[in-house]
């Protein structure tokens, strides 16, 4: 069964740091692109981040740029978020996405995690 773990979701401050986690068991999810996205109480699931199976391309949403950074480590089956100069409105449930192609569209990503909760106080 294809498993996409998310991990690394707590309450922080204004400022803080963060790094997400997604654990992926799928060999062959190596050879996809990985996505994040997150979700706010009432609103649509967004884009935040994406990169290439490589970790050649990534691409990253307007709100988070030159703030998040994600990363893929293929041999540890893991893809990362590191989240710096958080600010509550990146308050969401954060989910990791898996899909042959790269893309920014959530309904261009098959497979899918649980989520973790990121909550940002200020």
């Known amino acids: 069964q294809v498993q996409l773990v998310e991990s690394g979701g707590a309450l922080v401050q204004a400022g803080d740091s963060l790094r997400l986690s997604c654990a992926y068991s799928?060999?062959?999810?190596?050879?996809?692109?990985m996505g994040w996205f997150r979700q706010a109480p009432g609103q649509e699931r967004e884009f935040v981040a994406a990169?290439?199976?490589?970790?050649?391309?990534?691409n990253y949403a307007d709100s988070v740029k030159g703030r998040f950074t994600i990363s893929r480590d293929n041999a540890k089956k893991t893809v990362h978020l590191q989240m710096n100069s958080l600010k509550p409105e990146d308050t969401a449930v954060y989910y990791c996405?898996?899909?042959?192609?790269?893309?920014?569209?959530?309904?261009?990503?098959?497979?899918w995690g649980q989520g973790t909760q990121v909550t940002v106080s200020s």
């Open positions: 990169i290439n199976w490589s970790s050649g391309i990534t």
């Open positions: 996405a898996a899909d042959p192609n790269f893309s920014r569209f959530r309904y261009g990503y098959r497979y």
């Open positions: 799928e060999r062959t999810f190596d050879n996809y692109a």
